[in-house]
């Protein structure tokens, strides 16, 4: 198998890096298929977090992803970029895939504007809710009052704990780190208020357009608890759920076999290559 480095420069020589205003996003171009598919990152939101996925989906699918902009403070306000983004590349309607923060982007993105949205794929995640307002809000002020080398380490020490199965950690907590200082204290705690943003608005939304949705979740994620999956679910009646024994937070590291053979099913499923 190919080492995490190997892969990263196939993802940059399979994708056009561009820029719209403050976004930076990749683009694989046409897909063999005519579908795309937008990658929507978690919380640390890089792009190359989605590399083994879109190796796998090249070149049948188009696929898109992105790195979040440092001065976005409302799910809302991403939500506005994707579908600049979109329409900068002239695409109409996209499979979405989103893990963890990305997949609470991704709901956000639905509800918006449902008729831009093919299908949809939840993973690591669900919709934080009123539980979660004061944790939230403590750590966007932490973010601002702590010393900055300080919260980095701490940001660290919990992305070695979630990712503890996964080989290659070490070099995901060092992509983290420097999305982190390059975004700032003011990047980081704004990317927490986009999480705080969705805790205290999740309540107001209603069961999207129906449209095949897939759910891939870990029984042992640390991060997602079975009342924010819950509330995610509620939301699409029709969802397909796979629930694995084990993997953590993050399945596209610890499981990645599996999760790309569940992604690629279902896309396939929802739209068949011509």
Not at 51 to 59: E, Q, S
Request: charged share 25%.
């Amino acid at each position: 198998m190919r080492t995490i480095e190997q892969r990263a420069a196939e993802f940059d020589r399979v994708h056009a890096a561009r820029e719209l205003g403050d976004w930076r996003y990749y683009t694989s171009g046409g897909g063999e298929s005519g579908e795309a598919v937008l990658l929507l990152p978690g919380g640390a939101g890089i792009g190359i977090s989605w590399v083994d996925l879109a190796l796998a989906l090249h070149p049948a699918y188009r696929t898109t992803t992105v790195d979040y902009p440092p001065s976005a403070t409302t799910p809302g306000e991403l939500v506005d970029g994707v579908l600049d983004v979109l329409d900068a590349e002239g695409i109409d309607r996209v499979h979405v895939v989103g893990q963890s923060a990305g997949g609470m982007v991704a709901e956000v993105l639905a509800q918006r504007a449902p008729d831009r949205v093919a299908s949809l794929v939840f993973t690591g995640t669900g919709l934080y809710g009123p539980e979660d307002v004061d944790r939230l809000a403590g750590k966007v002020a932490a973010i601002r009052n702590t010393p900055w080398e300080h919260t980095l380490d701490t940001a660290r020490a919990a992305l070695r704990t979630a990712w503890r199965q996964s080989p290659e950690a070490d070099f995901w907590i060092a992509r983290v780190d420097t999305a982190y200082r390059r975004a700032g204290r003011d990047g980081l705690a704004n990317s927490y208020a986009v999480l705080l943003d969705i805790a205290r608005h999740s309540g107001e939304l209603r069961p999207a357009r129906h449209c095949p949705t897939l759910v891939l979740a870990a029984d042992d994620d640390p991060l997602i608890t079975p009342t924010q999956r819950q509330r995610l679910l509620d939301l699409h009646p029709d969802h397909e759920l796979r629930v694995f024994p084990d993997g953590g937070h993050s399945l596209l590291l610890t499981r990645t076999a599996d999760y790309v053979a569940e992604v690629t099913r279902h896309l396939r499923e929802a739209a068949p290559p011509a």
